[in-house]
Each structure stands twice: as C-alpha cells, then as structure tokens.
C-alpha cells in the first residue's frame, strides 16, 4: 500500500514558469512533511520541509502548501529556471522518524 | 566538503558474489540509514542504526545485513546479490529519528 502518492510523475515547464507538484497521504499520524531534490547521479538533499499546524511555508522560489483536512500537501517552484531540472520526491515522517517517500516527479525546464 | 561519504561510487559486482558498500560521515550522528532506490523509484528504507541498535525493516530481505563498527563508519553488506539487487544504495545520517537525515552520493550497483 503506496502511503505518500505524488504526482505528477513527469513535468515540463517553460522557464519562468511555475511548476507544481502535488502529494497525499493516508496516515494522519505522520508528524512531518519534507521535500527532496535529486539530481541524477546524486543522493537526495532537503529542500524544503512543513509540519502539519502550518499551512504553507515559502524559501526564496519554493513554497510548500499544505491541506490538513485534505491530507494534501504540494510544493510550487515560482520562476523556473533549467537549474531546477531534477526529481523531486515528497516525503512524510512517522512517529519513529522512518520517511515514507513519494514516487518522485521528474521536473525538466525548457529554456 | 562532503559530510557523509560513501565509496565506492559505483560497483559491479557479480551475481551471487558478496559486496561490501561503505559509509562514512564526519557529523558525529547518532543516526545512520540505508535505503535501496531502484531506477526511477522512491528511496526504501532497509534499515538504520541508533548508535549501535541496529533497527531492520520487516520487508528487507535476509540478503542484506550491516554492520557499524563506530560511529563514523557503517557498511552494507549483500550476501548473494542477485540481477534484482541492482540499484543506487544511499547511505544517510541524521542527529536522531526526528532530524533531518543527509543524504550521501549514493553508490550504484550492478550486478552481472
């Protein structure tokens, strides 16, 4: 059973432009919601992350929105830039600290 | 300046054969994770250590055990790896369960 569902599982956006990525989730007990960059040939790095008394949280380009009721949370990234071109993976965090990630989505920014 | 190291890059190794992945991290973390991500997939959990407790995930196969002889370094070990064992192997180390895990370059396997 897929706990964190992320789509969508490959995007295109035109630089300048906002892509968004959308999560949800099952467990109402996971205590924190983080999002992971990857490039290829790298290991995941920390982004950005939001816990679940706060709606949206913003650093520089990228905001997480987050809908407790809806168990939804989605990253935005405003002003695309190809340096952005990555696989981006959502997480959730259970009460012992075990991640459950997402699918991932495979971000391309064209020039 | 990297904090958590692992070596090598990238292994081949044959099927059946016994490989020893390493990691090391200069963070002093109590925390050290490893994850299996197969191509185009989320990383999986496979196991992790508190310090010395060792702490498996019920779905990990027999095949992989591992060992943290310090705290620095810890090791992933593949007794018999078969063609499905290829994947990237992340290591990732955190100052407790609720902190924020770091994540190494990962090392990718092949099996032939």
């Known amino acids: 059973q897929q706990q964190v569902k992320q789509s969508p599982q490959s995007l295109i956006v035109q630089k300048g432009g906002i892509s968004i990525i959308n999560c949800a989730y099952e467990n109402t007990a996971f205590d924190y919601f983080p999002w992971y960059q990857q490039f290829p040939g790298k290991g995941p790095a920390l982004l950005i992350a939001?816990?679940?008394?706060?709606s949206e949280k913003k650093e520089g380009r990228f905001t997480i929105s987050f809908n407790k009721s809806a168990k939804q949370f989605s990253l935005h990234i405003m002003d695309s830039q190809p340096g952005d071109s990555a696989t981006y993976f959502c997480a959730a965090r259970e009460e012992t600290g075990k991640l459950i990630f997402g699918q991932g989505t495979t971000l391309q920014v064209k020039p | 300046d990297a904090m958590v190291i692992q070596n090598p890059r990238y292994q081949v190794t044959q099927f059946g054969k016994p490989v020893t992945l390493s990691c090391s991290q200069t963070?002093?973390?109590?925390?050290m994770y490893w994850y299996q991500q197969k191509s185009s997939q989320a990383p999986k959990l496979l196991f992790h250590?508190?310090?010395?407790?060792?702490?498996n995930e019920a779905d990990t196969p027999d095949n992989f055990q591992s060992r943290r002889p310090n705290t620095s370094f810890c090791f992933l070990d593949i007794r018999s790896p078969g063609l499905g064992d290829a994947a990237m192997y992340l290591c990732?180390?955190?100052?407790?369960?609720?902190?924020?895990?770091?994540f190494g370059q990962g090392t990718r396997l092949t099996v032939v």
């Open positions: 990732a180390s955190g100052t407790g369960f609720k902190a924020e895990a770091f």
């Open positions: 963070l002093n973390h109590n925390v």
């Open positions: 250590y508190y310090d010395k407790d060792f702490n």
């Open positions: 939001i816990r679940p008394d706060v």
